[in-house]
């Protein structure tokens, strides 16, 4: 946008205050003054939002629709004035306002609508796709609720309802007259017309509203403004008659109502399905509806519109885009069957077999009649087409319905023309294991996309210290080009600058022990190693080694309190999903041993642990800047990526970890000497696997140290737990340990003792820091972004590249 000066801002914001609010301005609350700055930021997008969607629509440019049920934002104020290029000049008008940006910032509710790395995966890439000058959108829904709000009581999780919207969202723009009707249930019988066509005659449907919501999405310094589309379900106009009972009317409301708080069962409920065809329907009908105004054939169609599937949630865009092909705009089959394989593609984020979408049959074809007898035809014409090329087994065990069961995976895969992973390594297993039988038929289909993170939120916005001291020695250039993050190499023997990178760790560090007091009441040494877990709570993330080794580190200082080591924080955040009963008694269990060594004063403060309640994007924002080890402990195969691993490294965490996801790749950029590897491989687990040689309980009867641990768990030295010890003890000795943790207990504690001698370390230490934000710039996610527009999308950036 145009320059503003200071004094024009104030004057404008205080005009807009006080329109608002009809008292004088310093008399308001933090809330509002949020609510009249968005309002007044919005003046200074709103040219560029309608100029970006016109300026596509002239040029009939090619658009790429991001379809996903989730995403993580974030709070959008400071990111919005940033990618605006107005975020000096704000918040040195409200200081001399006597305002403070960052209290403003925190009246704006962060919109919770994902569970975890999928959807935050899909805010970093809604912002790179702006911000590389792409012309992409998003598409999900706008739950009324968002992901549960996390209490802990008596250590225990408890969720309560995230009411984000309840002062309203001063970004959204409802736009009632791109409204469109998603048809649910019924019957539908095909006729034929006087020209002897098959038509579908629909009886007894439900029709429901869906009713879009526009969120801006800003691009960094480049005037574009694309859009985020999120629906809402609600009654249609004049049809409330059709709805008469309490019941019907909570049915509609229900579909948006509340995001599933779960990522990692796949769960087959009705109310889910509802919401994916939902949010998938009405996506697909407001881009048929933008296609119709170019006035173009149809086979051009993938030629102007890519749609991208983020996991397999959005798949019935497939048999959707089918449907309206063929049953509105009268193609034959196999017309509208290119057309939907060219337009959409799709990407696996989970090889976890309990994590894959399968919906039973008989629910599918009760809840959308015509969209299974298309899935049917779809997989009739597969094994007919499959059969005389690769021979009927291969082909059988592709098919999409098996078993009384829909298998989303492969109806994705098959409908589409690309399926990619989101690391090396994730994309080696879906080739050579998971899908292997796919790739013998459509080799040419899959492809890695390595995930990546955007570093306006996390280190621009989030380690403003972190920031000014990379401009002072790079230049500023990084911020357009992270790779450029690379010339910090040169100055690796600085120690002046080294001294200086500490100093804003520590700020950093100081900054959230404040939190800490005030939030938790637990004073903790910002000169403690601050040693960080945050990622949802599930046994292959393995939050339970992390706690065998605090455990085993505690009975080490018991014994021997005059042991020279580092103090260390151990930071935990994570939610369980509220019905993975395990994940909870971890939970417990974490929140159990902080209580005990929290307050053992033994110990002397060499072990503390914050586990902090709600983590979510807000609090990735304040822990991050502040950590000194990043715990990516994941089984070896389990993790698909990981990208709390790229954030933490950008801001000069160094790595603990084993061989998985993306890890591997930061690995391969910082040097074995930058980061702490342990643990099994995955070869090595698959070793285990195939010989089912793995036998945890031997193990526990030969390790002293590791018995003592598990001990603890069951012998009363943890007062708090009750089963869960026993449980818990039970699922590694008795159960033999699914996720290896005895087996990579050893290599975990001898890399911290590392860890733990490094720090002592300062120069070395500081100078590893160094070295991992030097080498973080790669995984930017306008990288893979680019990535994915050049190989997948085919689409170029509209304004000239930032990027060089
Ligand atoms: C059907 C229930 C359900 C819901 C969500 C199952 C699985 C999911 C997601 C696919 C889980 C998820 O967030 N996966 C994470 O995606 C990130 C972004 O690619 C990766 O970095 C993480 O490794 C992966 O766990």
Same mark, same amino acid.
């Given at each position: 946008?145009?320059?503003?000066?200071?004094?024009?801002?104030?004057?404008?914001?205080?005009?807009?205050?006080?329109?608002?609010?009809?008292?004088?301005?310093?008399?308001?609350?933090?809330?509002?003054?949020?609510?009249?700055?968005?309002?007044?930021?919005?003046?200074?997008?709103?040219?560029?939002?309608?100029?970006?969607?016109?300026?596509?629509?002239?040029?009939?440019?090619?658009?790429?629709?991001?379809?996903?049920?989730?995403?993580?934002?974030?709070?959008?104020?400071?990111?919005?004035?940033?990618?605006?290029?107005?975020?000096?000049?704000?918040?040195?008008?409200?200081?001399?306002?006597?305002?403070?940006?960052?209290?403003?910032?925190?009246?704006?509710?962060?919109?919770?609508?994902?569970?975890?790395?999928?959807?935050?995966?899909?805010?970093?890439?809604?912002?790179?796709?702006?911000?590389?000058?792409?012309?992409?959108?998003?598409?999900?829904?706008?739950?009324?609720?968002?992901?549960?709000?996390?209490?802990?009581?008596?250590?225990?999780?408890?969720?309560?309802?995230?009411?984000?919207?309840?002062?309203?969202?001063?970004?959204?723009?409802?736009?009632?007259?791109?409204?469109?009707?998603?048809?649910?249930?019924?019957?539908?019988?095909?006729?034929?017309?006087?020209?002897?066509?098959?038509?579908?005659?629909?009886?007894?449907?439900?029709?429901?509203?869906?009713?879009?919501?526009?969120?801006?999405?800003?691009?960094?310094?480049?005037?574009?403004?694309?859009?985020?589309?999120?629906?809402?379900?609600?009654?249609?106009?004049?049809?409330?008659?059709?709805?008469?009972?309490?019941?019907?009317?909570?049915?509609?409301?229900?579909?948006?109502?509340?995001?599933?708080?779960?990522?990692?069962?796949?769960?087959?409920?009705?109310?889910?399905?509802?919401?994916?065809?939902?949010?998938?329907?009405?996506?697909?009908?407001?881009?048929?509806?933008?296609?119709?105004?170019?006035?173009?054939?149809?086979?051009?169609?993938?030629?102007?519109?890519?749609?991208?599937?983020?996991?397999?949630?959005?798949?019935?865009?497939?048999?959707?885009?089918?449907?309206?092909?063929?049953?509105?705009?009268?193609?034959?089959?196999?017309?509208?069957?290119?057309?939907?394989?060219?337009?959409?593609?799709?990407?696996?984020?989970?090889?976890?077999?309990?994590?894959?979408?399968?919906?039973?049959?008989?629910?599918?074809?009760? *809840?959308?009649?015509?969209?299974?007898?298309?899935?049917?035809?779809?997989?009739?014409?597969?094994?007919?087409?499959?059969?005389?090329?690769?021979?009927?087994?291969?082909?059988?065990?592709?098919?999409?319905?098996?078993?009384?069961?829909?298998?989303?995976?492969?109806?994705?895969?098959?409908?589409?023309?690309?399926?990619?992973?989101?690391?090396?390594?994730?994309?080696?297993?879906?080739?050579?294991?998971?899908?292997?039988?796919?790739?013998?038929?459509?080799?040419?289909?899959?492809?890695?996309?390595?995930?990546?993170?955007?570093?306006?939120?996390?280190?621009?916005?989030?380690?403003?210290?972190?920031?000014?001291?990379?401009?002072?020695?790079?230049?500023?250039?990084?911020?357009?080009?992270?790779?450029?993050?690379?010339?910090?190499?040169?100055?690796?023997?600085?120690?002046?600058?080294?001294?200086?990178?500490?100093?804003?760790? *520590?700020?950093?560090?100081?900054?959230?022990?404040?939190?800490?007091?005030?939030?938790?009441?637990?004073?903790?040494?910002?000169?403690?190693?601050?040693?960080?877990?945050?990622?949802?709570?599930?046994?292959?993330?393995?939050?339970?080694?992390?706690?065998?080794?605090?455990?085993?580190?505690?009975?080490?200082?018991?014994?021997?309190?005059?042991?020279?080591?580092?103090?260390?924080?151990?930071?935990?955040?994570?939610?369980?999903?509220?019905?993975?009963?395990?994940?909870?008694?971890?939970?417990?269990?974490?929140?159990?041993?902080?209580?005990?060594?929290?307050?053992?004063?033994?110990?002397?403060?060499?072990?503390?642990?914050?586990?902090?309640?709600?983590?979510?994007?807000?609090?990735?924002?304040?822990?991050?800047?502040?950590?000194?080890?990043?715990?990516?402990?994941?089984?070896?195969?389990?993790?698909?990526?990981?990208?709390?691993?790229?954030?933490?490294?950008?801001?000069?965490?160094?790595?603990?970890?084993?061989?998985?996801?993306?890890?591997?790749?930061?690995?391969?950029?910082?040097?074995?000497?930058?980061?702490?590897?342990?643990?099994?491989?995955?070869?090595?687990?698959?070793?285990?696997?195939?010989?089912?040689?793995?036998?945890?309980?031997?193990?526990?009867?030969?390790?002293?140290?590791?018995?003592?641990?598990?001990?603890?768990?069951?012998?009363?030295?943890?007062?708090?737990?009750?089963?869960?010890?026993?449980?818990?003890?039970?699922?590694?000795?008795?159960?033999?340990?699914?996720?290896?943790?005895?087996?990579?207990?050893?290599?975990?504690?001898?890399?911290?003792?590392?860890?733990?001698?490094?720090?002592?370390?300062?120069?070395?230490?500081?100078?590893?820091?160094?070295?991992?934000?030097?080498?973080?710039?790669?995984?930017?996610?306008?990288?893979?972004?680019?990535?994915?527009?050049?190989?997948?999308?085919?689409?170029?950036?509209?304004?000239?590249?930032?990027?060089?």
């Amino acid at each position: 946008m145009e320059n503003i000066s200071i004094q024009q801002f104030k004057k404008e914001y205080v005009k807009k205050f006080e329109q608002l609010y009809a008292y004088r301005y310093d008399e308001g609350s933090s809330r509002e003054h949020f609510v009249a700055l968005g309002e007044l930021v919005r003046n200074y997008y709103m040219n560029n939002w309608k100029s970006t969607i016109d300026e596509y629509k002239e040029k009939e440019t090619k658009q790429v629709f991001y379809f996903s049920m989730e995403f993580l934002p974030g709070r959008m104020l400071k990111s919005n004035l940033l990618n605006l290029d107005i975020l000096p000049v704000v918040e040195e008008g409200l200081r001399e306002l006597g305002l403070d940006l960052d209290e403003v910032s925190m009246g704006e509710a962060d919109p919770a609508l994902g569970n975890g790395g999928l959807g935050r995966l899909a805010s970093c890439f809604m912002d790179s796709i702006a911000s590389t000058g792409l012309a992409g959108h998003g598409n999900g829904i706008r739950y009324q609720y968002g992901l549960f709000k996390q209490k802990f009581i008596d250590g225990y999780q408890v969720e309560l309802p995230e009411n984000w919207l309840r002062n309203g969202n001063v970004w959204e723009v409802r736009k009632e007259n791109k409204a469109v009707i998603v048809r649910f249930g019924g019957q539908v019988y095909m006729d034929t017309d006087e020209e002897g066509n098959l038509y579908p005659r629909y009886e007894n449907t439900k029709n429901i509203l869906a009713v879009p919501y526009d969120v801006p999405q800003i691009g960094y310094h480049n005037g574009i403004v694309n859009n985020l589309r999120l629906w809402s379900a609600e009654i249609p106009y004049g049809e409330e008659y059709l709805f008469r009972t309490e019941e019907e009317r909570d049915e509609v409301k229900q579909i948006t109502e509340v995001l599933y708080p779960d990522d990692s069962n796949y769960e087959g409920r009705l109310l889910r399905l509802r919401q994916e065809y939902f949010f998938s329907s009405a996506g697909v009908q407001s881009i048929i509806r933008y296609f119709k105004t170019l006035d173009e054939d149809w086979s051009l169609l993938p030629d102007k519109i890519a749609i991208h599937i983020n996991d397999t949630h959005p798949a019935l865009v497939v048999p959707e885009l089918m449907r309206i092909l063929i049953d509105e705009e009268e193609l034959t089959w196999d017309q509208a069957w290119e057309i939907t394989k060219k337009t959409i593609s799709y990407t696996n984020h989970t090889i976890l077999q309990e994590a894959m979408e399968r919906w039973p049959i008989d629910m599918l074809e009760h *809840l959308l009649p015509r969209i299974y007898h298309i899935i049917a035809e779809i997989n009739r014409r597969h094994i007919e087409k499959k059969i005389p090329l690769y021979g009927e087994e291969l082909t059988y065990r592709t098919t999409i319905i098996e078993d009384g069961q829909v298998k989303m995976a492969n109806l994705a895969i098959i409908g589409s023309h690309s399926i990619n992973g989101v690391a090396k390594l994730h994309t080696n297993i879906l080739i050579n294991e998971t899908l292997h039988d796919f790739y013998l038929m459509y080799p040419n289909k899959f492809n890695n996309k390595t995930n990546g993170i955007t570093q306006r939120r996390w280190v621009q916005l989030s380690n403003p210290g972190l920031t000014s001291l990379l401009d002072d020695v790079i230049g500023t250039d990084w911020k357009s080009n992270p790779e450029e993050l690379i010339l910090l190499k040169a100055h690796v023997d600085n120690s002046e600058l080294l001294n200086r990178l500490e100093a804003v760790k *520590l700020e950093n560090k100081k900054r959230f022990a404040k939190y800490v007091k005030d939030e938790m009441g637990i004073e903790i040494d910002p000169n403690a190693i601050f040693d960080v877990q945050i990622k949802r709570l599930h046994a292959y993330k393995r939050q339970l080694l992390n706690v065998l080794h605090i455990l085993d580190r505690y009975s080490q200082i018991k014994e021997n309190p005059d042991i020279d080591i580092p103090k260390r924080v151990f930071i935990f955040g994570a939610k369980a999903a509220p019905s993975y009963h395990y994940a909870k008694q971890i939970i417990k269990l974490i929140n159990a041993v902080a209580d005990l060594v929290n307050n053992d004063t033994d110990i002397k403060d060499l072990i503390k642990i914050v586990f902090v309640e709600n983590y979510g994007v807000s609090l990735a924002e304040l822990i991050i800047p502040a950590a000194d080890i990043s715990e990516q402990i994941s089984l070896a195969g389990k993790e698909a990526s990981g990208t709390s691993n790229m954030k933490l490294m950008a801001n000069g965490a160094l790595t603990m970890a084993t061989m998985d996801g993306a890890t591997i790749e930061i690995y391969d950029y910082v040097g074995k000497e930058n980061i702490y590897i342990f643990g099994l491989k995955n070869n090595d687990v698959k070793k285990y696997h195939q010989n089912q040689s793995y036998n945890s309980r031997n193990i526990y009867e030969g390790n002293a140290s590791i018995k003592r641990v598990l001990n603890m768990l069951v012998d009363g030295s943890i007062p708090g737990i009750y089963h869960e010890g026993q449980d818990i003890f039970n699922s590694l000795v008795k159960f033999n340990d699914e996720y290896f943790l005895l087996k990579d207990f050893d290599s975990y504690i001898q890399a911290h003792k590392q860890a733990d001698k490094d720090y002592q370390d300062r120069e070395k230490w500081n100078r590893m820091a160094l070295l991992n934000v030097a080498n973080s710039g790669p995984f930017s996610s306008d990288y893979t972004i680019l990535r994915y527009a050049d190989e997948i999308w085919k689409i170029e950036p509209q304004v000239e590249n930032l990027i060089s």
